[in-house]
């Protein structure tokens, strides 16, 4: 698996509070995994003249899709119809509204178990302007185990800040009194986003999944 950490730890505070003396601390890691899987909502529409011409077209759409889904290695399980409709066309001309016939829509629903040919199927989608992607999420096998891979680093990280304040306020870091987890977003790209640059696999995978994961701890300070 490659990966790209970074760790950013943040000092919160060294309190006494009714003698109760702590250090508390933000350990923050953030990786980059290779994304293995994906899950898709697909909108396919056609309209026509009449409602039967429209089902037709549909259902030529819909099989053209399964026959380009098959060609690139995919079951045919990873493509299944949600639902479908038809229903009347229109578009304005100006502030008039003009029929255009009958549209019949379906939504696919669409789960990967491999991204070899993916690009390829992206190509194919982005070609034909009957298809529409509604929703869109990668996902990596490995993803779950660098989550808690990340939330032992993240408390390691704050520990070690822990110690270091510690000793500058001339006490010894005590047991664990408090630990959370905490929601953060994933920075938008061009926001600054911090890397490791010196990790050569960073930016390698060529569909990455970002994990970010940030803990708050709580330390006992203890006299040294």
């Not at 702590?22 to 994304?35: L, M």
Request: hydrophobic share 45%; glycine share 8%; net charge neutral.
């Amino acid at each position: 698996m490659k990966t790209s950490i970074t760790l950013v730890l943040t000092i919160l505070a060294c309190t006494a509070l009714a003698g109760e003396r702590f250090v508390s601390t933000i350990g923050t890691v953030q990786r980059e995994i290779p994304a293995d899987r994906l899950a898709m909502n697909l909108e396919v529409a056609a309209t026509e003249k009449t409602i039967e011409a429209s089902v037709a077209s549909l259902d030529r759409l819909l099989e053209e899709f399964g026959a380009q889904v098959a060609k690139l290695g995919y079951p045919a399980a990873a493509v299944a119809v949600k639902e479908r409709k038809t229903q009347k066309a229109w578009e304005w001309e100006g502030q008039k509204k003009v029929p255009l016939g009958f549209s019949s829509s379906a939504m696919l629903s669409l789960n990967l178990p491999g991204l070899t040919n993916y690009s390829k199927l992206l190509s194919y989608i982005g070609t034909h302007e009957e298809y529409e992607i509604r929703w869109m999420r990668m996902s990596g096998s490995a993803e779950g185990l660098a989550r808690r891979n990340a939330i032992a680093e993240a408390l390691q990280a704050a520990r070690t800040k822990a110690i270091l304040l510690a000793e500058e306020g001339g006490a010894k870091l005590g047991k664990l009194l408090e630990v959370t987890e905490e929601e953060v977003e994933l920075p938008e790209e061009g926001t600054g986003r911090i890397r490791n640059v010196g990790d050569p696999h960073a930016g390698t995978a060529a569909y990455p999944i970002e994990i970010l994961v940030r803990v708050r701890a709580k330390f006992e300070l203890n006299d040294k």
